[in-house]
Nanobody, 126 residues
Framework: QVQVVESGGGLVQAGGSLRLSCAAS????????MGWFRQAPGKEREFVAA????????GYSDSVKGRFTISRDNGNNTVYLQMNSLKSEDTAVYYC???????????????????WGQGTQVTVSS
């Protein structure tokens, strides 16, 4: 079993920055691929960023590439999402997701993940 808990959401002005954290359980965190997804009011859940177990492979949606950075600290069982140059359209509930995998891959599809956090609200004012 893997448990994930997001934190770090809040209210920020456009152009500002925010860092989200996702703490995960388990002693085999290096074998757990992690992803960030978001869902805005009136929109479907969308992929944001993902990272492989080792941290060596990452992927981003086109809408956040160059502004967001995903990283992980396997010693602390934590994954981060650094969000810079925030826009009003980034406003959403952000979810952290996890899946165990023997391969050092990352996943863009929400269906690839088995465990999800409760979500954390990010609001960007214009």
């Amino acid at each position: 079993q893997v448990q994930v808990v997001e934190s770090g959401g809040g209210l920020v002005q456009a152009g500002g920055s925010l860092r989200l954290s996702c703490a995960a359980s388990g002693r085999t965190f290096s074998r757990v691929a992690m992803g960030w997804f978001r869902q805005a009011p009136g929109k479907e859940r969308e992929f944001v960023a993902a990272i492989s177990g080792s941290g060596g492979n990452t992927g981003y949606s086109d809408s956040v590439k160059g502004r967001f950075t995903i990283s992980r600290d396997n010693g602390n069982n934590t994954v981060y999402l650094q969000m810079n140059s925030l826009k009003s359209e980034d406003t959403a509930v952000y979810y952290c997701a996890a899946r165990w995998t023997a391969s050092d891959s990352y996943y863009r599809s929400p269906g690839s993940y088995d465990y999800w956090g409760q979500g954390t609200q990010v609001t960007v004012s214009s």
